[in-house]
């Protein structure tokens, strides 16, 4: 008996109309005939049928199998099927399952309560057996539409978000430093992947070029054509960097143009070279909001660079190579002047209540963010200040590149200092005297000296550095707040062990008592790896200043 009737269900095409359907369904109703009735009826088309004769039953049954479809008798004893729909909608393992009313009541306002209660059709008793079987049909397919879409929605998503990293990965934030400038990124999208690209790149006889450029759109393809242009532009620019800026755009322009065969899609670029032998930036805007220029404390005449320029990288009409070194704007590197690039997600953020664009008010915040000089990421700070007054940055991706050109007398010590330990311990004696001799406290200056002291002692003892091989120190006097920076290519650091284990005696007397020491010294301490590179960044506020 068993295997004949194994057999019968096994054909799902047996009835006269020949519907064959496909899914698991949960028959709720009180009364045992009209339960079997639906069951052969369902079956013979080739569905797996659950039925439940109450509804405090149905619900453990929907709970725990998760049918496809639910059939639910709205006239029962106890919990009746208004109230068990109402259940299965509020319950996050069921709210995705259709429901179908199989009712007796024919009042439009128990319709609607149904409805309200999350069911998605109904069908009234006595009912028509074709009707039904068309109108379970059609809720088994939207269902497997809709699961097949949310597994498809979780792939592209899981993509995204790895496509997001491998991206934020070429897109590298570690700050910069050099002996003329320091510059800081801070970099949000408004999806896993984003269409803004920017970089700073190294180049002959200590010369740097830094750009930042927003592709048009939202998606996939500008954070396609965003990884495109980083890396053509990587290219472009040490290969025509003695050219200029105007010569490196034509060529970028030229790339672009050729290989993104859509009018839509286009980048707006701020590119600036620095040269330390002329002390100048030259500069081209190519569609680009103006950079925030602030000198001196005060703000400088920003509109300077929209004196030249000309359109957006890739834009489809025009020539060629639109740019010429007339498009070129030049200003002096004097010191002690910053300026801001960045994307225009921040100036069109709007704030979530009055609705207003941020506009001006990135370069208000800004202005005050460069006041402080013991907040060092100037950035992000004015990133999260903006967030702070109420703006909603997540709408677009925003890019911020804050570039201090320092000044001069500010420059307490910069040396390249051997790896000896006697030549480190004179230059710890120096970087007292010289923060001293710009107003900062003995007991401060002596904190300063014990840092050089331990940071440089580490690289002599553990960073690997051959005999010959030396470190940059530079450091910085601001107010009452020091500055110091380091950079050596010594062997990378283990920085998960160096800052999360606890540093017990068996850790200390492997590495010295230096980390302990350096740690407990500074107000802050910034670690980074870049190009076979290390870098420490310190902060140390002046106890009698702070």
């Not at 208000?364 to 992000?380: I, L, M, R, S």
Request: glycine share 8%; aromatic share 6%.
């Amino acid at each position: 008996m068993l295997e004949s009737r194994q057999k019968t269900t096994a054909k799902p095409n047996t009835s006269r109309d020949g519907r064959h359907l496909s899914g698991r369904v949960l028959v709720v109703d009180d009364e045992l005939p009209n339960r079997l009735y639906l069951r052969k009826l369902l079956e013979v088309r080739g569905c797996q049928v659950f039925d439940a004769a109450d509804g405090a039953s149905a619900l453990d049954i929907a709970l725990g199998m998760q049918p496809d479809l639910i059939l639910v008798d709205i006239i029962m004893p106890g919990m009746d099927g208004f109230e068990l729909c109402g259940k299965l909608r509020d319950a996050p393992l069921t709210s995705h399952i259709p429901v179908i009313m199989v009712t007796a009541k024919s009042k439009i306002a128990d319709i609607e309560t149904g409805f309200e209660l999350g069911a998605m059709d109904y069908i009234r008793k006595p009912f028509n057996p074709r009707e039904l079987i068309l109108r379970v049909g059609n809720a088994l397919a939207l269902k497997q539409s809709k699961d097949a879409l949310t597994i498809w929605n979780k792939r592209v998503s899981r993509d995204l978000e790895l496509a997001g990293a491998i991206q934020r990965s070429l897109f590298s934030d570690i700050p910069h430093f050099s002996s003329r400038f320091e510059a800081r990124i801070a970099y949000r999208t408004c999806m896993d992947v984003g269409g803004d690209a920017f970089d700073i790149i190294s180049l002959p006889e200590g010369r740097y070029c830094i750009y930042v450029a927003d592709v048009s759109g939202h998606g996939v393809a500008p954070a396609m054509i965003s990884s495109l242009l980083k890396a053509t532009a990587s290219e472009m620019i040490r290969r025509y960097a003695d050219q200029g800026p105007a010569a490196i755009c034509n060529a970028l322009n030229m790339v672009i143009r050729r290989r993104i065969d859509n009018p839509s899609y286009y980048a707006t670029l701020f590119m600036a070279i620095h040269d330390p032998g002329t002390m100048q930036w030259r500069c081209m805007n190519c569609g680009h909001p103006d950079p925030v220029f602030l000198r001196n404390g005060t703000r400088g005449d920003s509109s300077i660079f929209s004196q030249g320029g000309g359109t957006p990288i890739g834009f489809p009409f025009g020539p060629e190579k639109p740019y010429s070194s007339a498009d070129e704007v030049c200003f002096a590197d004097e010191g002690d002047t910053f300026l801001l690039l960045y994307t225009d997600g921040l100036t069109e953020a709007r704030h979530g209540r009055s609705r207003e664009e941020c506009g001006r008010r990135v370069e208000e915040v800004y202005a005050t963010v460069v006041g402080n000089p013991a907040a060092p990421d100037k950035p992000a700070s004015l990133l999260d200040l903006l967030e702070d007054e109420g703006y909603e940055l997540g709408d677009d991706d925003c890019t911020a590149i804050s570039i201090h050109m320092l000044a001069p007398e500010k420059i307490a010590l910069e040396e390249r200092v051997p790896r000896d330990i006697h030549r480190v311990s004179d230059v710890a004696k120096q970087a007292d005297a010289a923060v001293v001799a710009l107003g900062i406290s003995q007991e401060t200056a002596t904190l300063v000296r014990l840092l050089v002291m331990e940071l440089g002692a580490n690289l002599v003892d553990h960073a690997g550095l051959d005999e010959e091989d030396t470190f940059w120190l530079q450091i910085r006097v601001d107010g009452g707040v020091c500055q110091l920076v380091l950079v050596d290519e010594g062997a990378e650091w283990d920085l998960e062990t160096a800052l999360n284990r606890e540093l017990d005696e068996e850790y200390l007397g492997e590495r010295g008592r230096g980390l302990a020491i350096t740690n407990a010294i500074v107000d802050r301490i910034e670690r980074y790896r870049m190009n076979s590179k290390n870098l420490t960044y310190c902060t140390i506020v002046d106890q009698e200043d702070g």
